[in-house]
């Protein structure tokens, strides 16, 4: 697959749901490994992409896999020094996220301040994921861009513009979910727990 999640602005909703539901499959197989380990609310994936973009301020860096999808993640210092980091530099790592809390209807005061950090150091005690006691916990009201239950995985786009794959998510939480549907979410953000350059940048 080579559909960038940008590249479907402008094209119809009919449209939209095809290409992902044709693209999903494709990147939910492209993030495993053989050391995928399931947290019981979500998965550890592992990831080879090209870097599109990076926020210093915020630690968040941009990754085009292969497949053509954008996910952004937090790499925390101690994952990867940014600053020796640019566009172009291909990195190969794994990264958490999961959904805390089932997907609904935003209120005005959400509405009003969309995106959140809730809490530090997020993670419950019971996941398996080594390094993962520095995720954040996030409440974000969001754009719901695809949905596949037979993989567990929810595409959503924040109030940033950002592209998020949360991956492991149970089919009960996303009873109802729709394409196109504005939902607030309780998330522990995408959050890199290995980041390192791999051969040289792309061209």
């Given amino acids: 697959m080579t ?10 909703r009919a449209a939209l749901v095809v ?8 990147f939910a197989e ?21 870097v599109t973009a990076i926020d210093l301020k915020t630690r968040e860096v941009s990754l085009r896999t292969p497949s053509g999808f954008v996910i952004t993640l937090v790499a925390p210092e101690r994952v990867i020094k940014l600053e020796d980091v640019k566009v172009g530099d291909r990195l190969v790592g794994s990264f958490y996220a999961a959904i805390e809390a089932e997907l609904r209807a935003p209120t005005e005061t959400e509405l009003a301040e969309p995106w959140k950090v809730l809490e530090e150091s997020a993670i419950s005690g019971d996941t ?8 954040r916990l996030v409440r974000a009201v969001v754009t719901i861009e695809g949905v596949n239950k037979e993989t567990g995985i929810v595409v959503v786009k924040d109030s940033r513009g950002r592209t998020h794959f949360i991956s492991g998510v149970d089919p009960q939480k996303l009873n109802g979910v729709s394409v196109g549907q504005t939902a607030v979410i309780v998330f522990t953000e995408a959050m890199a727990l290995t980041l390192e350059k791999q051969g040289q940048p792309a061209k």
């Fill in 19 to 26: 290409l992902l539901a044709l693209a999903l499959p494709a």
């Fill in 128 to 135: 398996a994921q080594p390094g993962v006691e520095a995720a």
């Fill in 3 to 12: 559909h960038v999640i940008s590249a479907f602005l402008g094209i119809s």
């Fill in 30 to 50: 492209e993030a495993q490994s053989d050391k995928t380990e399931s947290g019981g609310r979500a998965v550890a994936a592992e990831v080879e992409a090209v």
